[in-house]
């Protein structure tokens, strides 16, 4: 069981904005901004898409933002391409040093 | 550019040792800023943080506690390399293993190694 909890599914039609949410305890996020986002197509390693909840690496569109309030961090994409489908996971540092993950997200494009 | 690779055996029988190394190019496993972790990821456990080593004017090391008994990790500084020993291993050990660039911003990330357990 994950530390993290994502919904398994969203979807969204091209064009729309979709948002990933990502719950935990204040022992997975404490007082840390360590947040990240990966996305993972089939197949493949997790890409990170976003870091410290709110920065985006080079090359990462700006379509990708993150946020977080409270335990619960969120991963927006806006502007939504057939691209874009994939698996999404969160991950935390958390209060002992370690990092959790969330179970996954699987985002489906219409 | 900074690329790893891995190697490794995708078959370990029952009880054996887990044994994969991850090779760096375009940076260096010594850095005192990079932290290098092993992360796996199976159908019944999602992904899961193994464990990580780092320098930072001496070397460290620190695992997860699902694992903590079993686990090793090492750098290898003479190959700019570092490597997953997980002892003991049964078929909940079978996963996809990856080794990753990072701690909590994991950018950098190897190819991954299926590793089976089965005798």
């Known amino acids: 069981q994950s530390a993290l909890t994502q919904p398994p599914s969203v979807s969204g039609s091209p064009g729309q904005s979709v948002t990933i949410s990502c719950t935990g305890t204040?022992?997975?996020?404490?007082?840390?901004?360590?947040v990240s986002w990966y996305q993972q197509p089939p197949g493949t390693a997790p890409k990170l898409m976003i870091y410290e909840v709110t920065n985006r690496p080079s090359g990462v569109p700006d379509r990708f933002s993150g946020s977080k309030s409270g335990n619960t961090a969120s991963l927006t994409i806006s502007g939504l391409q057939a691209e874009d489908e994939a698996n999404y996971y969160c991950s935390s540092y958390t209060s002992n040093t370690h990092i959790v993950f969330g179970g996954g997200t699987k985002l489906t494009v219409l | 550019q900074v690329q790893l690779q891995q190697s490794g055996p995708g078959l370990v029988k029952p009880s054996q040792t887990l044994s994969l190394t991850c090779a760096i190019s375009g940076d260096s496993v010594s850095s005192n800023s990079r932290t290098w972790s092993w992360i796996r990821q199976s159908p019944s456990r999602g992904l899961e943080w193994l464990g990580r080593?780092?320098?930072?004017?001496?070397?460290?090391?620190d695992y997860a506690a699902s694992v903590k008994s079993r686990i090793t990790i090492t750098p290898d500084t003479s190959k700019n390399q570092f490597s997953l020993q997980l002892n003991s291993v049964t078929p909940e050990d079978t996963a996809v293993y990856f080794c990753?660039?990072?701690?909590?911003?994991?950018?950098?990330w190897g190819q991954g190694t299926t590793v089976t357990v089965s005798s």
């Open positions: 990753v660039r990072g701690n909590y911003n994991m950018d950098v």
């Open positions: 080593t780092y320098y930072r004017s001496k070397w460290y090391s």
């Open positions: 204040s022992s997975d996020f404490g007082n840390y901004n360590r």
